[in-house]
């Protein structure tokens, strides 16, 4: 992907959704940034499973319903000249059961410190596979609705977060440990690298770390600690 410039406008949650389709107000926004000069516009953290992956009032690419409201917003993006790639989430243990319209799920049934919360349950192996290959099938949904790529956000406490975080992944099969951590994001990278026909490029985001993938680019990272740079290249380095 060809960018005119270096300018990036972050995903950022805007709220501006109903039932999970982005709005005209979405798409009026983001053509704001694309026209003020950005190269490359990340459409805020969309869900993946809706409504059970969402934290607020996330946009959905869940099922094909929500690629309408998605092209719109790309193709504001596109109309005043920038690229864009839509970021996907699933939001895990992130999230309130007033959010999300049941218990949260993660990779293992860990609370969190506040009393208010709801403590999630722990994925079994079933919905693991099947939350992998709804990634897939979001970034298939984000080519059609005319993105130029997706981001996977591996960050924040999220569903992919906490299977790398050793206090929160506490399981004893192959998806436990950052090992099983590991697992866990290569085999949602395969299958969008998969979906999208391995050519539409990829970003994903991980607390301090940063990276840019495709079948053909080295991994670029920005204030990475040894040890991280580590965990990612063992995500990213597939054959």
């Not at 993946?48 to 790309?74: C, E, T």
């Not at 243990?93 to 969190?112: L, Y």
């Not at 099947?130 to 993105?147: C, D, H, I, N, S």
């Not at 204030?223 to 991280?228: E, F, Q, V, W």
Request: with cysteine.
């Amino acid at each position: 992907m060809e960018l005119k410039n270096r300018l990036v406008v972050p995903a950022m949650c805007m709220n501006y959704t109903r039932r999970g389709h982005l709005t005209e107000r979405a798409a009026h926004h983001y053509g704001l940034r694309a026209k003020g000069g950005a190269g490359l516009v990340i459409v805020e953290a969309t869900t993946i499973d809706y409504p059970i992956g969402r934290s607020v009032l996330n946009p959905s690419i869940s099922d094909d319903s929500f690629i309408p409201s998605l092209r719109r917003v790309a193709d504001e993006i596109h109309g005043n000249g920038a690229k864009t790639v839509l970021q996907l989430v699933h939001s895990g243990r992130q999230t309130s059961p007033g959010h999300c319209g049941s218990q949260p799920v993660s990779c293992s049934a860990v609370g969190t410190a506040r009393s208010s919360a709801a403590a999630p349950r722990s994925l079994t192996l079933f919905e693991i596979r099947e939350t992998v290959g709804k990634f897939g099938q979001a970034a298939l949904r984000a080519r059609r609705a005319g993105f130029d790529g997706v981001e996977l956000h591996f960050a924040h406490g999220y569903l992919a977060s906490s299977f790398l975080s050793p206090f929160l992944n506490r399981r004893t099969d192959e998806y436990g440990g950052m090992a099983g951590g590991i697992r866990f994001c290569r085999e949602v990278v395969e299958e969008v690298r998969r979906s999208g026909g391995g050519t539409a490029p990829a970003i994903f985001w991980l607390t301090r770390f940063a990276a840019c993938f495709s079948p053909s680019s080295p991994v670029r990272s920005r204030s990475a600690s040894a040890s991280t740079t580590a965990s990612v290249s063992s995500i990213v380095n597939i054959s």
